[in-house]
C-alpha cells in the first residue's frame, strides 16, 4: 500500500468536515476503466485498489489518498483504472468546483495530491510485470 504524506489524512478529515461522505461497501465498484470522470475521491476511511492496464498492475490506498484526479483535467475525461472498495470505505467526493475551492481553503491540499501521486508512481514503476503506458490518473 502507497502511503500519503503525513498530513494528508488530516488536511482530508478538514475537508470533510460538514459534508456528506459517500459510503462503499466492501467488493463494490466505484467507477470502471472507460467511464466518464467528473470527480475526485478522498479517502477518509476504508481501502481502495486501483486496478490499471486491464489487471496487469494494481495499487491498494488507504485513509488520506486520493484517486480521480484525471477527471478534474478535461471535459471529457475518461478513467483509466478500475476502483474498488477492499473493505468498507467512506469517501469525500470532490467535483472541479469543489476541488478549486478546497484547494483556496487549504493550499496544502495540493501539495498532499502531488506528493500522493509521485509515491503511487514510483511503487507502480517498481511493480514486477508492470507495464503501464501512462501515469496512474485513475
Same mark, same amino acid.
Request: proline fraction near 5%; avoid cysteine; glycine fraction near 12%.
Given at each position: *500500500? +502507497? ?8 488536511? *482530508? ?13 466492501? #467488493? ?30 494494481? $495499487? ?7 484517486? #480521480? ?11 483509466? #483504472?478500475?476502483? +474498488? ?9 470532490? &467535483?472541479? $468546483? ?6 483556496? $481553503?487549504?493550499? *496544502?491540499?495540493?501539495? $498532499? *495530491?502531488?506528493? #500522493? ?7 507502480? &514503476? ?13
Amino acid at each position: *500500500m +502507497t502511503s500519503p504524506s503525513p498530513g494528508a489524512l488530516t488536511t *482530508m478529515r478538514l475537508l470533510a468536515q460538514d459534508r456528506d461522505l459517500r459510503t462503499i461497501a466492501a #467488493g463494490e465498484v466505484i467507477f470502471r476503466a472507460g467511464e466518464a470522470g467528473k470527480s475526485v475521491f478522498g479517502i477518509v476511511d476504508g481501502e481502495v485498489r486501483i486496478d490499471w492496464a486491464e489487471g496487469k498492475a494494481s $495499487e491498494i490506498l488507504g485513509p488520506g489518498s486520493s484517486f #480521480g484526479v484525471g477527471a478534474l483535467v478535461g471535459a471529457q475525461h475518461q478513467r483509466f #483504472g478500475t476502483a +474498488t472498495a477492499l473493505r468498507d470505505t467512506q469517501l469525500l467526493e470532490m &467535483n472541479r $468546483e469543489e476541488f478549486l475551492f478546497a484547494l483556496q $481553503e487549504l493550499p *496544502m491540499f495540493a501539495l $498532499e *495530491m502531488l506528493h #500522493g501521486l509521485e509515491e503511487r508512481l514510483g511503487h507502480l &514503476n517498481k511493480s514486477p510485470g508492470s507495464d503501464l503506458s501512462g501515469p496512474p490518473q485513475a
